[in-house]
């Protein structure tokens, strides 16, 4: 009887003896025993070829001494998971398009390159979105025209679609829509459209909204435009020569950030822009005399509004000039000097909870995370749990800071959305949308083809070039919790 | 002068040059002025006394002929010794050439006239007009005898004459016999005189190279061996075989049987291999030699001639089979301390790239999982764990099974061949873990499986078969994808073997009317495989007979073109021996005649850097083509395959790559970045990088796409920071192209391979040998990457498992006397190249100081820092024994 070896893994068992007279499944047995690999597992390998359960010994010859190999696992069988793995291969279109974390791009119809950055750019707040969603013929007030009705419906089509889309949408409705409420758009020049201003269309877009969203029926909710986009300023009005002071309040949609030769930087464009001069009949010098208008915010916005006026109207060229200079603009918005003594008050008790989380989660991290990474892990943080608490309350929220509610404003502002402008006037150039997604990423869309960016190359559109330079900013509202 | 004529001799011709031209332009300067006025009053005295001789030679009187010819050879005999400058009696001899040279017409035959005739010869060094060879003309006539004792420059010069008379008297058919004993002559003193070049040089001129074995000794023989082997690159055969057989010889004959048995893996001769076995007594040098055996990919197997006892013979066979490369590996890895498996994401680096990076999908993308397959097993290749396939599987969510889901149908052939790839060398545990996917009951699994057996089994050989064992039965099986499976595990695992047994069964294959396209195709290409090189008559008969049973159809397919290339790896650098199969080709339908014969001319002449190919080749390349002719991609790949064997051409063929991307149609661009990776594969040179890197932005996605991959082959093992960081700005610039992100991650998954201890450079022991087996599987996959979206883009992914034929540990690892690692320093530098250089000059620079095991990039040498130990092996490469050194005293 022949003894042979048998090499299984790393193991080797010698002197394992063969009955040739016996089947080979006999001997497969004997392995069993060692090994504990069932026979029908069991692949030896005999020169050649592998030895099967009814194989005769002799035909084989099997020499004492030979190495035999075996292969074989007693451990479990593959099995394909019981729920079949979905891939991206797979899905239709529409469900691709949730997976990319941006919505698709617009299809530039001949200049129309200031609406659809405006589009994007205001498609970019969820809470106009769910207002549109709302708004139905129904509820429309008997004050709307028709026009700005068929407007507000072409602009929650217009959202709804480009959600679902992964490839470009041609926004042709939309477009005769709003050429119809606002005919000045479909200015001709050599037979074609010509390039808007991009802050018009924004402007005029958001009134018409304002308008049809108007819910004059339900209580909670009566202006939601304004909620989430008016600021409300309060004006002192000061007469030099008569020494007489009034003040006003009035409400605008965006603050303006003048450009002059002292501003380098947003904050003092805007503080800028919220003094002014102006002529007026003054009541006790019985004729027009100069005031000074000293304007502060008293209530805060959801969303902030930046109006950089890069464009005046130059006469000698007798067309919208730009004023190339650089202004710089931060992804971090704290406007609490803009604000009235009332509106501080309210601020800062909120504000000092967020500098208390703030220094917290620093605390924690400052050993995990150097230098630069920190303060982008703190801001993503802090997006996050300003969206958190967004949605926690809800989308009527009234005035921000108003007290008694969950969250409250803290003057501080995150930039979400950038309208730049390339080109040297208004009526030319190109206009781009620069769109932080809520994954925290940044989307250029650039008409039809949407691409991803890096957070610092948004705070370059400053200006001071031919690049792209931001035109309108809008900025996001921090919360806090109490 | 014979450097000078022979453009072959690239050593010692610029350094011969540079003796030569030392002596006039010293000369000039320094001596004018003095010449015409102030002779000093020696060299006054000297040329008034040289004058009285050649007056007196001219004297009737035979006895004052006879002194003053004394005198005269004495004068010059004396200063010749001296190199430093013109000779001062030849200078002042120079005016009276033309009156000895009538003089000695006049002459009657005598002894004086053989004394005349060595003063003229000699005389006619520098006198002698362009072309006239009068120095070796009297010379002929002259005494015989030490010609030695007239100098150096002057035996020099008289070999170049020789050289040129040689083939004046070749061409007109006259005898040589004189001028042979003057060669003798001229060689024993070159090979005195430490001037071996010169002496091959010559020999090379008058085709005599046998005459260099009277003549070499041991202290010349190395150098000289070193000249002949290097010189064998630069000419045109059968010359090389001959310059090399010498070598060889020589080798033998001191006993240096290492080089020898180079040089005999080199010849492919295997005769020659047995005869070092035969020659050498000592069993650990034996060891020695099959480790280089093994590393080189051949099977060979030992007989008792070669090793008598039975143990032994075992012992040695599994050096060569393979076997403990895996270990080896690994005991290199733990030395490094990179046994940590690694993840795709850890490769892919994406938390660098901000903002662009892809926003973690939710939902798993096949295309990419694949990708990620891909590259977990190039990384992790040989380390036997990951952590994609190889984590234990637990019965909840049974994550190994997992991954290998998360790959869609084909994909999952590759997924499950990964863990092959992962545990690559080690037979044992790799049969044992692929074990259960042979049970599985989907068809794409068990492709996989099969194919990972024969990855597993790569270049190892064991004596139970255990691939052949288990892919046998699964040839015929119904189902295609399972059928190539086994077939190309076979492929793999017997590349190169010559299996007569698996040619019987893939055999039949190729000429079944019923097998579909893509089972022929991987037929043929794993016969080329297991027969690369071969020349094997049958193989070649199937795979034409293949080809001409073709519809129209099929030869449209790009599969068809493994069908070629099947064939032309049978030919892998075996140059004429394919010329009548290039000949049947020619009967082929016109649809892949070019392309056959374009792949036949590059696989017969791959690594030979046969010029006249290259040009054929490149006559090709400058055709412009109607659209649909498909024969110019091989025929740049051609390019790159013949060029690539030594660093010269490889410059020259960049430059002329490099026009054809200006100048060439498209489908000639689609190939240029392939050919410039074949040339430097695991070389990253930083010219072939740039390029490349532009490439990757090209307009045409396919240029883009191949160059992509090429950035990963040049880079493949390296860690090369530079290509990593390109390749992760151009997966963020590529994030929404599947097609090019797909390639962008097969080449991270390449520039990390075995995390950087592995190479696919086909080349060897100092870029002597070249691994055909290492080749084939590199030319299989560029020659797939010449058409992308089919074959890697579409479902037959797996090729790209072709590399591991190239895939080798680039290390250095000290074993002793019992094989065990040993840890010893070892000094590791940028090779500097000592061809013909004198003396024992540096062979390395720049090094650093390791201990072994140590890896070694291109280009790098290794040596010992240690008198302690002696490598059994010269070339410090892959597995050395160290022998402990009996004259060693420690201090």
Same mark, same amino acid.
């Given at each position: ?125 969820? /809470? ?119 003040? /006003? ?91 009235? /003594? ?141 | ?64 002929? $006879? ?244 143990? @032994? ?24 301390? !990179? ?48 952590? %994609? ?20 149908? +084909? ?102 009317? $019923? ?41 449209? @397919? ?15 650098? $075996? ?55 498909? +024969?110019?991609?091989?025929?740049? %790949? ?58 990757? +932005? ?52 390449? !520039? ?5 201890? %592995? ?29 992308? $979206? ?6 037959? +992914? ?27 320093? !070892? ?39 240690? @008198? ?18 009996? @004259?060693?005293?420690?201090?």
């Amino acid at each position: 009887m022949p003894t042979v070896s048998v090499k299984w893994q790393k193991k080797v068992f010698d002197g394992i003896e063969i009955d040739i007279t016996l089947p080979a499944y006999v001997f497969k047995a004997q392995l069993y025993d060692l090994t504990g690999v069932p026979p029908e597992r069991q692949k030896i390998m005999v020169k050649g070829g592998l030895l099967k359960d009814d194989a005769d010994w002799s035909a084989i010859g099997v020499k004492d001494g030979q190495k035999l190999m075996m292969m074989g696992t007693a451990d479990e069988i593959v099995k394909a998971p019981e729920k079949a793995i979905v891939f991206a291969e797979d899905l239709p279109e529409e469900a691709l398009a949730t997976n990319l974390g941006y919505s698709a791009g617009l299809v530039n119809l001949g200049n129309t390159c200031y609406m659809n950055s405006t589009v994007q750019c205001l498609k970019s707040v969820p /809470e106009l979105k769910s207002a549109l969603s709302n708004y139905s013929l129904a509820a429309r007030s008997t004050d709307v025209d028709q026009t700005s009705h068929m407007l507000t419906v072409a602009t929650r089509e217009l959202f709804g679609e480009l959600d679902r889309s992964v490839n470009a949408v041609s926004p042709t409705q939309f477009w005769m829509v709003l050429r119809k409420k606002y005919p000045q758009f479909s200015q001709l020049q050599n037979g074609i459209y010509m390039q808007q201003d991009a802050e018009e269309c924004w402007t005029q877009l958001l009134y018409t909204l304002s308008q049809s969203l108007k819910a004059p029926t339900s209580s909670e909710d009566p202006d939601a435009v304004k909620a989430l986009f008016g600021v409300n300023l309060r004006s002192r009005l000061h007469c030099q020569e008569s020494g007489e002071e009034s003040s /006003e309040t009035e409400s605008v949609y965006s603050l303006k950030c003048h450009i002059s030769h002292e501003v380098n930087h947003l904050h003092e464009g805007l503080k800028h822009g919220l003094k002014g001069e102006l002529e007026k009949t003054s009541p006790t010098l019985g004729r027009t005399a100069l005031y000074l208008k000293d304007s502060l915010i008293d209530s805060l916005p959801r969303y902030l509004t930046v109006q950089f006026v890069r464009f005046f109207w130059k006469r000698e060229t007798n067309q919208k000039a730009k004023i190339l200079r650089k202004v710089d603009y931060p992804l971090e918005l704290d406007i609490f000097d803009l604000c009235s /003594e009332d509106l501080r008050k309210k601020l800062e008790a909120p504000r000092q909870k967020l500098r208390d989380e703030e220094g917290k989660k620093l605390g924690l991290q400052t050993s995990a995370k150097s230098g630069s990474k920190d303060s982008d892990v703190k801001m993503t943080d802090a997006e996050a749990s300003s969206n958190g608490s967004g949605e926690s309350s809800t989308v009527n929220q009234q005035e921000g800071a108003s007290s008694g509610k969950e969250t409250h404003m803290t003057g501080i502002y995150d930039l979400v959305a950038v309208l730049t402008h390339k080109g040297r006037s208004a009526d030319s150039g190109h206009y781009v949308a620069w769109v932080k997604q809520e994954s925290g990423k940044w989307i250029q869309y650039d008409d039809d083809n949407p691409s991803m960016q890096r957070e610092e190359d948004i705070t370059k559109l400053s200006g001071g070039g031919d690049w792209h330079m931001a035109y309108i900013i809008m900025y996001k509202a921090r919360f806090v919790s109490m | 002068m014979a450097p000078t004529q022979d453009p072959n001799s690239v050593g010692g011709g610029a350094k011969q040059d540079e003796a030569s031209l030392k002596v006039p332009s010293k000369d000039p300067k320094k001596k004018d002025e003095k010449k015409e006025e102030d002779l000093s009053e020696e060299d006054l005295e000297l040329k008034q006394n040289l004058e009285l001789y050649v007056e007196r030679v001219q004297d009737p009187n035979p006895e004052l002929q $006879k002194a003053a010819l004394e005198s005269m050879r004495q004068e010059i005999r004396a200063s010749t010794s001296s190199m430093t400058s013109v000779p001062k009696p030849l200078k002042f001899l120079r005016p009276h050439y033309g009156i000895l040279k009538a003089f000695h017409v006049t002459m009657a035959d005598s002894d004086l006239k053989k004394y005349l005739s060595d003063i003229l010869s000699v005389l006619a060094l520098t006198m002698s007009a362009e072309g006239e060879r009068e120095s070796l003309g009297y010379r002929l006539i002259g005494t015989e005898g030490d010609i030695g004792s007239w100098g150096h420059e002057y035996v020099r010069n008289l070999a170049g004459e020789i050289a040129q008379e040689y083939t004046k008297r070749q061409s007109e058919e006259a005898p040589i016999d004189d001028l042979m004993e003057l060669v003798q002559q001229i060689v024993a003193f070159h090979m005195k005189h430490n001037a071996e070049t010169e002496a091959v040089d010559l020999l090379m001129d008058v085709e005599d190279l046998d005459l260099l074995l009277e003549h070499v000794d041991k202290t010349n023989f190395k150098r000289t061996c070193n000249y002949l082997t290097s010189a064998a690159k630069y000419l045109p055969g059968p010359d090389d075989m001959l310059v090399l057989d010498i070598s060889y010889m020589i080798y033998m004959k001191f006993e240096e049987y290492p080089n020898a048995l180079q040089i005999a893996l080199f010849l492919d001769n295997t005769q020659y291999v047995k005869q070092v076995f035969t020659s050498c007594a000592d069993l650990l040098r034996k060891k020695q030699f099959c480790y280089m055996i093994a590393r080189h990919g051949i099977t060979f197997d030992l007989d008792d001639e070669m090793v008598a006892d039975e143990d @032994d013979r075992e012992a040695l066979q599994d050096i060569v089979n393979n076997t403990k490369l895996s270990e080896g590996y690994l005991t290199l890895a733990r030395d490094i301390e !990179v046994m940590e498996a690694k993840t795709p994401e850890d490769i892919y680096k994406a938390h660098l790239l901000d903002g662009r990076a892809s926003s973690g999908a939710s939902v798993d993308s096949a295309r990419q999982n694949l990708a990620a397959t891909f590259v977990n097993a190039f990384v992790n290749a040989g380390f036997g764990q990951d952590k %994609l396939m190889t984590v234990p599987s637990d019965s909840t969510t049974g994550s190994s099974g997992n991954w290998l889901f998360k790959n869609k149908e +084909h994909g999952k052939t590759s997924a499950a061949a990964s863990l092959g790839m992962i545990q690559l060398w080690d037979v044992d545990s790799g049969l044992s873990q692929l074990d259960k996917y042979f049970h599985s009951n989907d068809n794409p699994i068990i492709a996989g499986a099969l194919l990972g057996v024969g990855i597993v089994n790569c270049g190892i050989k064991n004596d139970c078969d255990p691939a052949l064992a288990l892919l046998g039965d699964y040839i015929d099986k119904e189902d295609s994808s399972v059928r190539i499976g086994a077939i190309m595990g076979l492929g793999i695992s017997y590349a190169g073997s010559q299996n007569d047994q698996i040619r019987s069964k893939l055999s039949p294959i190729l000429n079944d009317a $019923k097998a579909p396209l893509d089972v022929i195709a991987f037929a043929s290409l794993s016969l080329g495989m297991i027969y690369v090189g071969s020349c094997n008559e049958e193989v070649a008969q199937s795979i034409i007979f293949a080809l001409m049973d073709r519809s129209e159809a099929e030869l449209g @397919d790009a599969l068809t073109r493994f069908l070629p290339l099947g064939l032309g790896l049978l030919y892998l650098g $075996k140059q004429e021996s394919v010329e009548a199969t290039a000949e049947v080709s020619k009967t082929f339908n016109e649809k892949i005649r070019k392309y056959c014969d374009m792949t036949l001319l590059s696989c017969a002449y791959a690594g030979t850097g046969n010029v006249l190919k290259v040009q054929d080749l490149l006559a090709q390349c400058g055709e412009h083509l109607e659209k649909g002719d498909i +024969h110019q991609g091989p025929a740049v %790949l051609g390019l790159a395959m013949v060029a690539m064997s030594e660093e010269l051409g490889i410059d020259m063929e960049i430059r002329s790559l490099e026009r054809m991307l200006q100048y060439g149609e498209q489908n000639i661009r689609r190939a240029v970045p392939l050919a410039l990776g074949l040339l430097c594969i695991s070389n990253p040179k930083v010219t072939v990088m740039d390029t490349l890197s532009r490439l990757s +932005h090209d307009t045409d996605s396919e240029v883009a796409m191949a160059a992509v991959i090429s950035l990963g082959l040049i880079g493949a093992g390296t860690n090369n920071a530079r290509i990593a960081g390109m390749l992760r700005n151009l997966s963020s610039y590529y994030y929404k192209d599947a097609s090019l992100l797909f390639c962008v991650r097969i080449a991270q998954g390449l !520039v990390h391979m075995g995390k950087g201890l %592995l190479t696919l450079s086909p080349f060897h022991s100092e870029r002597f040998l070249l691994s055909p087996t290492a080749l084939a599987g590199i030319v299989t996959l560029l020659h797939a990457c010449l058409d992308m $979206k089919p074959i890697i883009l579409g479902k037959y +992914h797996y090729v790209l498992y072709f590399l591991v034929l190239a895939m080798q540990p680039r290390m250095m690892l000290t074993v002793d006397e019992n094989l065990k690692p040993l840890s010893v320093p !070892v000094r590791v530098g940028q090779a500097v190249d000592v061809v013909g250089q004198a003396g024992r000059p540096k062979t390395i620079t720049g090094f650093q100081t390791h201990s072994t095991p140590v890896l070694l990039a291109a280009g790098e040498r290794a040596e010992l820092a240690t @008198d302690k130990y002696i490598p059994l092996s010269p070339i410090l490469e892959g597995f050395i024994i160290l022998k402990e050194n009996p @004259d060693y005293r420690e201090e």
